[in-house]
C-alpha cells in the first residue's frame, strides 16, 4: 500500500487561488469521482481539482511535486482497473481534465486535429464530421470517456482491426510532466526522428508519467459505404474461418469483427426489452462485422458471408439495411456491459491471446473458471478480431453477487488468477486495452519478466522521482 502525505491548508489554498473557489470539489459535490464503473471499488473521497488551462495544470503539479502531494489524473471516470480511484488514501488530489474540453484547431490538409485532454470521445467524433473527416477511436464508452483518458489507458475498441488503437491515431501531444514543466510536442509531422518519442511514452503510462493536456489526433477521410453485418454461428472457432474469408476478400476495410455469445445476447435482450435478436432461432454465437470503403464493399461483404454459409462457417445472415439498422445491431453489442453488470457479473476480464489461439482460448478459460468453482456463467465477448474476448463472470443462477461473495470471499481475484494463467499458457497478454490500474499490479508484478520490471521502475524514478504522479497505480 503506497502512503500518501495529506496536504496541508496551505497548500490546498495555494491550489484554490491557482484553479478558482469553485473548481475545488469535495464531499458529496464530489461523490462521482470515487465511483467505479462496474461498482466493484469505492475511491477515497479525495480533493477533486478541476484545472481550465495548461499553465493552470502546470502550476498545480509544481506545487504538489514540491509539496510531495499525490496527484490522480482523472478524464471520464470509465476506467475498469481503478487508475482513477484512490483506493486506500483520501489523501491525494484527483485532478479532473474535465474543463480542458477544448478543440483547439483541426487542419483537413493535416488530416490533424488538437483536442484537449478533457474532450469527450463522441464530441471529438462530432467534431471531426463537421469537416467531413472522421476520428475512428470508439467503443461503448464514447459518451463518457476523453481523449486524455484514452490516451493514457492506449485505449482499443470496436475498430482497432483496421485503424489500431489509441497510440496509432495520435501524432502529438501535451503534458504536465510531474516538475510542472510542459511538454509541447503538438507538430502534425508525419516524420520527426528526433530523439526518444516521449508521446508513445506517456500513451499508455497510466497517469504515471505526466499529465496529458492535449493531443494531435490523426483523422480519417470518412468512407463512401459502410456495411454492417450479423451472423449466426456456432462455434469461436467457425469465427476465425469468417474472419480470414473476410481478411483476404476485403483486406483492411474490415473495421472490426466483434464475437458475442448466445447467453451474452440474451442477457441483453432481457434488461433492454426495447431491443432485440434479429434471428427467430437463438444460436451458440453471434458475429457482428463492420467494414467500410469505397462503393463496393456491401456487396464484396455479402458475397464472403454467402460463400462462407455455403460452406458451412455461418448459420445465417442479417445484413444491415439502413442506419437505423445498423445501429440497432450496435445496440446488441454497446449495451453487453450494461447488461452485464445488471446480472451481477463479478469478475470481468480483458486478456489477449494471438487471433490462431481464440478457439483454444475460449474452450480453455472456460474451464478455468468452471475450475475454480463449478457453475459459474460466462458471458464471453469482444474484439475477437484483435484476439481480445472478455469474460465476464457470474454467481450461478438464483444466487445474487452480493450473497455469493460473502460466501466466497477472494473469488473475484481467483477467476482472474485463472483466467490469467490460461491466456499466458497461450502466448497472451493479462491486459490487451485496459491498462493495469490498481487492479491487476500485482499480476504485472506477477507475471512480468524481472528485467521488464526494472526499466519500468527505472523510467519512473526517472521521470517522477518524488513519485507523486498516480502512486500506486501500475508499479508500486
Ligand atoms: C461501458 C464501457 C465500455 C468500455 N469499452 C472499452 C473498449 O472497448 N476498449 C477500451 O480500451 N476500453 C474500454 N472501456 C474502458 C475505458 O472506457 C477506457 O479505459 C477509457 O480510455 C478511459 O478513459 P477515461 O477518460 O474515462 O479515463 P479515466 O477512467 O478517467 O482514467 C483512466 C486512466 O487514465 C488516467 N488518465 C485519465 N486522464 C488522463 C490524462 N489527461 N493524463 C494522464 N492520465 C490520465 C487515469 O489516471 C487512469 O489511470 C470501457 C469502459 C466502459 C465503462
Redesign the pocket.
Known amino acids: 500500500m503506497v502512503a500518501f502525505k495529506t496536504a496541508e491548508d496551505r497548500t490546498l489554498n495555494d491550489i484554490r487561488a491557482i484553479v478558482g473557489e469553485t473548481a475545488c470539489k469535495s464531499g458529496p459535490d464530489a461523490a462521482r469521482y470515487y465511483e467505479d ?1 462496474r461498482g466493484s471499488f469505492t475511491g477515497k473521497d479525495c480533493i477533486v481539482v478541476l484545472p481550465e488551462t495548461t499553465q493552470q495544470v502546470s502550476q498545480v503539479v509544481r506545487l504538489c511535486n514540491s509539496a510531495g502531494i499525490a496527484i ?9 482497473v481503478a ?2 480511484l484512490s483506493l486506500d488514501s483520501d489523501a491525494a488530489i484527483i485532478l479532473s ?1 474535465e474543463r480542458m474540453n477544448r478543440v483547439r484547431s483541426v487542419s483537413p490538409d493535416d488530416f490533424v486535429m488538437v483536442a484537449e ?1 478533457g474532450c469527450v470521445l463522441e464530441n471529438i467524433h462530432a467534431e471531426a464530421e463537421r469537416h467531413d473527416l472522421m476520428f475512428p477511436l470508439s ?3 464514447k459518451g ?3 481523449i ?3 490516451l ?2 492506449n ?4 475498430q482497432v482491426l483496421r485503424h489500431g488503437n489509441a497510440r496509432d491515431l495520435c501524432v502529438g501531444i501535451e503534458a504536465v510532466m510531474p516538475s510542472g514543466d510542459v511538454l509541447e510536442e503538438l507538430s502534425p509531422l508525419r516524420k520527426n526522428n528526433t530523439g526518444y518519442d516521449l508521446r508513445h511514452l506517456l500513451i499508455g503510462s ?2 504515471t508519467l ?4 492535449a493531443a494531435s489526433l490523426t483523422l480519417k477521410p470518412l468512407d463512401p459505404e459502410a456495411v454492417t453485418a450479423f451472423c449466426a454461428i456456432t462455434s469461436p472457432a467457425d469465427a476465425l474461418r469468417v474472419l480470414r474469408a473476410l481478411r483476404t476478400a476485403i483486406g483492411n476495410r474490415m473495421n472490426g469483427m466483434e464475437l458475442m455469445s448466445g447467453f451474452g445476447v440474451g442477457l441483453v435482450c432481457e434488461h433492454f426489452p426495447t431491443l432485440r435478436n434479429p434471428f427467430a432461432d437463438d444460436h451458440p454465437w453471434y458475429l457482428l462485422i463492420d467494414a467500410a470503403g469505397n462503393p463496393g464493399v456491401r456487396d464484396e461483404t455479402e458475397a464472403v458471408l454467402a460463400e462462407c454459409i455455403e460452406q458451412g462457417f455461418v448459420v445465417d445472415v442479417v445484413m444491415a439495411e439502413s442506419e437505423a439498422q445498423r445501429s440497432a445491431l450496435w445496440s446488441l453489442r454497446e449495451h453487453t ?2 447488461a452485464n453488470r445488471k446480472t451481477g457479473a463479478f469478475c470481468s476480464s480483458d486478456t489477449a491471446v494471438p487471433i490462431g489461439q481464440i478457439d483454444a482460448f475460449v474452450s480453455g478459460t472456460h474451464a478455468a473458471i468452471t475450475g475454480v468453482h463449478e457453475g459459474l456463467r460466462t458471458n464471453s465477448y469482444g474484439h475477437i478480431g484483435d484476439g481480445n474476448i472478455h469474460h465476464n463472470v457470474f454467481p450461478p443462477t438464483g444466487i445474487s453477487k452480493a450473497d455469493f461473495l460473502q460466501a466466497h470471499p477472494g473469488i473475484a481475484n481467483r477467476v482472474r488468477g485463472a483466467i490469467n494463467e490460461a491466456t499466458l499458457a497461450l502466448g497472451g497478454s493479462i491486459s490487451a ?3 493495469i ?1 490498481r487492479l491487476k499490479r500485482q499480476d504485472l508484478q506477477k507475471h512480468a519478466s524481472p528485467s521488464k520490471m526494472a526499466v519500468l521502475r527505472q523510467i519512473k524514478q526517472a521521470i517522477d522521482p518524488n513519485n507523486i504522479m ?1 502512486p500506486g ?1 501500475l508499479i508500486e
Open positions: 464503473p490522480i489524473p482523472y478524464g471520464g471516470g470509465t476506467g475498469v487508475g482513477q481534465l485532454a467503443m461503448a464508452s463518457s470517456c476523453t486524455g483518458g484514452n493514457a489507458t485505449a482499443g475498441g470496436i497510466e497517469g505526466g499529465i496529458i493536456t456491459p450494461d486495452e485496459h491498462g490500474g498516480n497505480a
